[in-house]
């Protein structure tokens, strides 16, 4: 195959080298929490006990938003209140409402378990954290201010040049390097041709999540431009064109105020029933209460094909009459409606159900390993007499920096697991947990970088990692009680959660005792 010029090589190569290497450490977090995350729906009911329940699909909406009101004032007078449906993963409601009070608007979550009929804010702290805390740090968002979601939407742009660049500076020796992939190369060699092919294999893969996180990230870039030119500044009718349900909000009609008595209508849960009725073969994933007791009270609903790339539709019944005042049938919603769903469903594979997940998982891991080996490599190609002793110091402390902090966030994540049981309930306690998670991580981050050779690094790291992960189930089973034998039969998803840690953590310490034994060339500094 043809490939560059000797010049275009050389430009594209050390690019390709220099922003790889710039967003590698950042990108391999990025990459790691996200695999993890991906199941983040399903590790629910491992880190919350409580949730432990099976699914109840009836609800009396009116009496929880009466109960709403006396933890927060001001709940039963929102314009809109969404309930997320329970579902097998997450069996309880979640249920978010915007207030306004003296110290301005915000939105509120609520968590409705209907088996002990416990309705919990979330920011009283006393529920779990786990997914959450890997969700979040999968677009940095730990950092104040967006800073880090801004990091992370360029660490995604930087990231598609890099893939673009890499399959053009490969592109005349691909298939070659394939075939030279061997275990038994010298290193260089080793790193080089395992970081084109693993490369080469995610590569439609990395290409989808550079895009879609540069998106994500940095929407604002996009939206801004387009509602001064299309919408002629108005950021209301781009939001009614994304959000069709917006346009039946009435924000500021006088009718809404506190002082009007409630209008008599059908009930949420009424209506609720006629949508389920007409549309069976559909799950109903959330619904809009929207101006509830009002003359103009409506029910949303979005309608989910589970196992369809981007099917669903989404309806608004009058809650007086019970007709539809809008109906947008699954799966044919306009390009506008639908562009930002089906970036949601590509980026976080939500269709084609568990495979699809898993496939997912499973390229996300090659990606880390992709991040990794293009370090090593780099390392490895300025390891030789035409560098001074300075510089490949300096090289050196780079890698095991980057080791380092990438290696060490496998151990602290099985301890993230770890406390989310150990840790008692009470107020302040997702802190308390997501401390010992980042803590631990800078620690083992440290004690990493005090060791002499990458080999070292990676051994603590596995070990660490290994007897971490093994200790994830019998955190669970000292806790609650719920030990493999017993959830294998009826808590499936707690039981795969615990067999996954343990499968892991036996399988990363046989690896720490497999690796060869030779010493690695030690570079002080």
Not at 214 to 226: D, G, I, Q, R
Not at 337 to 366: E, M, P, R
Not at 478 to 484: E, K, N, S, V, Y
Request: contains cysteine.
């Amino acid at each position: 195959m043809k490939g560059l010029g000797p010049r275009a090589y050389n430009i594209l190569f050390h690019t390709h080298t220099v922003s790889g290497i710039v967003i590698s450490f950042v990108l391999f977090i990025i990459f790691f929490a996200g695999a993890v995350s991906l199941y983040k729906h399903e590790i629910y009911q491992w880190e919350n006990p409580q949730a432990r329940v099976t699914a109840v699909t009836t609800l009396d909406y009116e009496r929880q938003i009466a109960r709403m009101d006396s933890i927060q004032y001001g709940a039963s007078e929102s314009h809109e209140i969404r309930a997320v449906m329970p579902t097998t993963t997450r069996p309880v409601y979640t249920l978010y409402v915007p207030v306004e009070d003296s110290t301005g608007a915000r939105f509120l979550t609520f968590l409705y378990n209907a088996h002990n009929d416990q309705l919990t804010e979330t920011a009283s702290g006393e529920w779990s954290t786990t997914g959450e805390t890997l969700y979040r740090l999968h677009y940095l968002d730990q950092i104040p201010l967006y800073i880090g979601r801004y990091i992370a939407g360029l660490v995604s742009l930087f990231f598609a040049f890099a893939v673009v660049t890499g399959l053009l500076i490969h592109w005349k020796n691909i298939v070659a390097k394939f075939y030279a992939f061997s275990f038994k190369k010298v290193s260089k060699q080793f790193w080089t041709n395992a970081h084109t092919a693993f490369g080469v294999i995610g590569l439609p893969f990395q290409m989808m999540y550079a895009i879609t996180g540069a998106f994500y990230m940095l929407s604002l870039l996009v939206l801004a431009p387009t509602v001064l030119v299309l919408f002629d500044g108005d950021d209301h009718k781009l939001i009614t064109q994304l959000y069709p349900t917006e346009e039946f909000h009435d924000h500021h009609d006088d009718k809404g105020d506190h002082q009007q008595a409630p209008v008599a209508h059908m009930s949420v849960a009424e209506g609720l029933a006629v949508i389920q009725q007409d549309y069976k073969t559909y799950r109903i994933a959330h619904i809009d209460i929207i101006n509830n007791g009002h003359d103009n009270a409506v029910l949303g609903a979005e309608l989910i094909d589970d196992l369809a790339y981007n099917k669903n539709g989404t309806v608004v019944l009058d809650l007086h009459s019970g007709e539809y005042k809008m109906r947008i049938e699954p799966g044919q919603k306009s390009y506008t409606q639908s562009i930002l769903q089906g970036i949601n469903a590509i980026h976080f594979g939500n269709y084609g159900g568990w495979l699809t997940k898993a496939l997912y998982f499973v390229l996300s891991i090659f990606t880390c390993f992709v991040i990794i080996s293009g370090v090593l490599m780099w390392k490895e190609a300025r390891n030789k007499a035409s560098y001074t002793d300075q510089q490949r110091r300096f090289h050196h402390r780079v890698t095991k920096i980057y080791l380092s902090i990438c290696f060490s966030l496998f151990p602290a994540t099985a301890l993230l697991f770890i406390s989310e049981q150990v840790v008692a309930p009470f107020t302040g306690r997702v802190d308390i947990v997501n401390i010992i998670f980042f803590g631990s991580w800078l620690l083992l981050s440290a004690i990493a970088y005090m060791l002499p050779t990458e080999k070292k690094i990676t051994q603590f790291c596995l070990v660490t990692g290994g007897i971490f992960s093994c200790a994830v189930p019998l955190a669970n089973g000292i806790a609650t009680g719920d030990w493999l034998w017993k959830t294998a039969t009826s808590l499936r998803y707690v039981f795969l959660t615990d067999i996954t840690w343990l499968i892991t953590g036996v399988f990363v310490l046989l690896i720490a005792y497999a690796m060869p034994g030779k010493k690695a060339v030690r570079i002080r500094g």
